[in-house]
C-alpha cells in the first residue's frame, strides 16, 4: 500500500539533496512535488493545497535552523508531522459501553461490511476478550445470510439470523434481546449495501440506527475505489452521523487517498484498517504508524505487538533449554512456522522493519516457502522429527516422493536446519544473546523479480 506516493515523496525529498539549509525556493521545489505526490494519490487538490501550505509554512519557520540538521531530513520530519495530524492526530478507540454493547455496520454493497463483521468479532474476541454476537440484517442480498453464518463459524462467533423475516429494524431488536439473555456482551450488526447511494437505502439504516440507539456506528469503506469512498463516506455521514470510518483492502491501494482524505472531508476518524482476506488481517488506525509507512520508516511497533500476540512464554523457555543442549527438532521448527503465519503475510511483516520497505519490492517473497517446509516436516515420520540424526538416504527418498520435493530440495532444507541449530547453540552461550528458529528458511522462497 502507499507505494506510488511513498516514491513520489521520496522523490520530492531528493529536491533537497546538497543542499546545505533549506530556503525559499528549494522549499517551494520540494513543496511542488510533495503537492503533485498527494494529487497522484488520488488526494483532492483543495486538500493537497492546504497541506502543502502548512508544510511550507512550517519549512520557512525552519531557514535559520543548525546546519547538523540536513534539509531532507528536517522536511521529512515536517511532512510526517502534518500527515499525521492530516489523519487524525491519534488513534480513535471504539466505544464498548453498554450492556450489550450495540455496534451498526454500514456501507455500499462490496465494500467489505460482512467480511469486516467477522473480522471485528475476532478481533474483540481475541483482543478485547468479549463475547460477540452476529446479527444478519441483509435481508436482501441471497448469499448474504450464508456469508455470514460461514464467517461466524470460521471465527467461532454465534450468528443471530431471521431468514423468513424481511424487516431489518425487527431483526436488529430481536437479536439485542437474544444477546442479553444468552450473555452476549457485544452484538455486530451487519446491514445491507446498495450499488450505489439511493435514497431508500438510506431511510432503512437511518431507521435501524434510530431504532437500535448504536453505542457505535460504522461506515465500511472499500479504500481502492479511492476519492469516491471519500464521497461516498460524506454522503453516509450526513444521514446517520456515524463515528467512525474502517478502510478495507488498504493493501490493494498503492495510492491511499482515501486513508489520507476521509478524516479532513468527513471530520470523523479512522477506526480500524483490513488489509486481507484473512480473518485476522484487521488493525486498529494509528496515523502516526501509517504517516511512517508511507515515508518509507517501517512500522516497527506494529511489527513488535504482532510478535508479542504470538509468544508463549513456557514455549520460548522450552525452546530455550532445546537450543542451549544443541537438541533443536523439526517439531520445534514446525511450531515456529504456525507461529510467523499468525503474524501475517511475510512480505507485509518485512515492510514494517525500518529499512526493509524498497527493499522488499526487489524482492519476490514467496509465502510458499513456509508451505514446502511444512510439507517436508510433516512427510517424516515423529521419530525423523524428533532425531534428524537418522536421516539417512533411503528417509530422505521417501519423504521427497510424500512432499513432492526433490531429494535436492530435502537436503538443502536439511542442511540449512543444521546449521541453523548450530548456529543458535553457539549464540546461546554468548550472554544476551539468541536466535529464532524462522533463521532457517529455504533459500528459494525468495527470488529477486
Known amino acids: 500500500m502507499f507505494e506510488s506516493l511513498s516514491d513520489r515523496l521520496e522523490g520530492a525529498f531528493k529536491t533537497l539533496k546538497g543542499e546545505s539549509k533549506l530556503t525559499e525556493i528549494n522549499i517551494a521545489q520540494s513543496v511542488?512535488?510533495?503537492?503533485?505526490?498527494?494529487?497522484?494519490?488520488?488526494?483532492?487538490?483543495?486538500?493537497?493545497?492546504?497541506?502543502?501550505?502548512?508544510?511550507?509554512?512550517?519549512?520557512?519557520?525552519?531557514?535559520?535552523?543548525?546546519?547538523?540538521?540536513?534539509?531532507?531530513?528536517?522536511?521529512?520530519?515536517i511532512v510526517m508531522d502534518e500527515l499525521v495530524e492530516l489523519m487524525g492526530g491519534q488513534a480513535a478507540g471504539i466505544n464498548l459501553n453498554g450492556s450489550p454493547t450495540v455496534i451498526l455496520i454500514a456501507g455500499l454493497q462490496g465494500s467489505g461490511k460482512?467480511?469486516?463483521?467477522?473480522?471485528?468479532?475476532?478481533?474483540?474476541?481475541?483482543?478485547?476478550?468479549?463475547?460477540?454476537?452476529?446479527?444478519?440484517?441483509?435481508?436482501?442480498?441471497?448469499?448474504?445470510?450464508?456469508?455470514?453464518?460461514v464467517l461466524g463459524e470460521q471465527v467461532g462467533v454465534p450468528v443471530y439470523t431471521e431468514p423468513e423475516n424481511k424487516n431489518p429494524v425487527e431483526i436488529a431488536l430481536k437479536a439485542i434481546a437474544h444477546a442479553q439473555e444468552t450473555n452476549r456482551?457485544?452484538?455486530?450488526?451487519?446491514?445491507?449495501?446498495?450499488?450505489?447511494?439511493?435514497?431508500a437505502m438510506m431511510k432503512e439504516i437511518a431507521n435501524i440506527k434510530e431504532a437500535i440507539q448504536p453505542n457505535e456506528t460504522l461506515f465500511v469503506v472499500d479504500s481502492m475505489t479511492g476519492q469516491d469512498a471519500v464521497n461516498t463516506a460524506k454522503a453516509f455521514n450526513d444521514v446517520i452521523?456515524?463515528?467512525?470510518?474502517?478502510?478495507?483492502?488498504?493493501?490493494?491501494?498503492?495510492?491511499?487517498?482515501?486513508?489520507?482524505?476521509?478524516?479532513?472531508?468527513?471530520?470523523?476518524?479512522i477506526k480500524?484498517?483490513?488489509?486481507?482476506?484473512?480473518?485476522?488481517?484487521?488493525?486498529v488506525f494509528y496515523p502516526d504508524r501509517m504517516a511512517q509507512r508511507i515515508l518509507g520508516m517501517g512500522d516497527i511497533v506494529s511489527f513488535v505487538e504482532k510478535a508479542q500476540e504470538q509468544f508463549d512464554e513456557e514455549e520460548a523457555?522450552?525452546?530455550?533449554?532445546?537450543?542451549?543442549?544443541?537438541?533443536?527438532?523439526?517439531?520445534d521448527f514446525l511450531s515456529q512456522i504456525y507461529q510467523i503465519r499468525k503474524m501475517g503475510d511475510l512480505k507485509s511483516l518485512m515492510k514494517m522493519i525500518p529499512g526493509m520497505n524498497k527493499m522488499t519490492r526487489d524482492l519476490d517473497i514467496d509465502d510458499k516457502a513456509l508451505n514446502r517446509v511444512e510439507a517436508i516436516i510433516q512427510s517424516m515420520t515423529p521419530q525423523e522429527r524428533e532425531n534428524p540424526e537418522v536421516l539417512n538416504m533411503s528417509r530422505?527418498?521417501?519423504?521427497?516422493?510424500?512432499?513432492?520435493?526433490?531429494?535436492?530440495?530435502?537436503?538443502?532444507?536439511?542442511?540449512q536446519f543444521d546449521q541453523m541449530r548450530k548456529f543458535m547453540h553457539k549464540m546461546s552461550k554468548t550472554p544476551g544473546m539468541g536466535g529464532m528458529p524462522g533463521a532457517g528458511m529455504p533459500k528459494k522462497g525468495f527470488r529477486r523479480k
Open 32 to 77: 511542488k512535488e510533495i503537492r503533485r505526490a498527494l494529487v497522484a494519490a488520488d488526494v483532492n487538490y483543495k486538500i493537497a493545497k492546504e497541506f502543502t501550505d502548512k508544510v511550507k509554512d512550517k519549512a520557512l519557520g525552519q531557514e535559520n535552523v543548525l546546519k547538523a540538521v540536513r534539509p531532507g531530513e528536517l522536511m521529512v520530519k
Open 317 to 331: 523457555k522450552r525452546l530455550e533449554k532445546k537450543i542451549k543442549r544443541n537438541k533443536l527438532d523439526f517439531n
Open 185 to 199: 456482551d457485544v452484538v455486530i450488526v451487519d446491514t445491507a449495501g446498495r450499488l450505489s447511494i439511493d435514497e
Open 396 to 415: 530422505k527418498k521417501r519423504i521427497a516422493m510424500g512432499c513432492g520435493q526433490t531429494m535436492d530440495d530435502i537436503n538443502r532444507f536439511i542442511k
Open 272 to 283: 480500524f484498517v483490513s488489509t486481507g482476506e484473512q480473518m485476522d488481517t484487521l488493525d
Open 114 to 149: 460482512t467480511t469486516f463483521s467477522g473480522k471485528l468479532s475476532l478481533f474483540l474476541k481475541e483482543k478485547r476478550k468479549k463475547k460477540p454476537l452476529l446479527v444478519a440484517c441483509d435481508v436482501y442480498r441471497p448469499a448474504a445470510i450464508n456469508q455470514i453464518n
Open 241 to 269: 452521523n456515524y463515528d467512525g470510518v474502517v478502510l478495507t483492502k488498504l493493501d490493494g491501494d498503492t495510492r491511499g487517498g482515501a486513508a489520507l482524505s476521509v478524516k479532513y472531508t468527513v471530520g470523523k476518524p
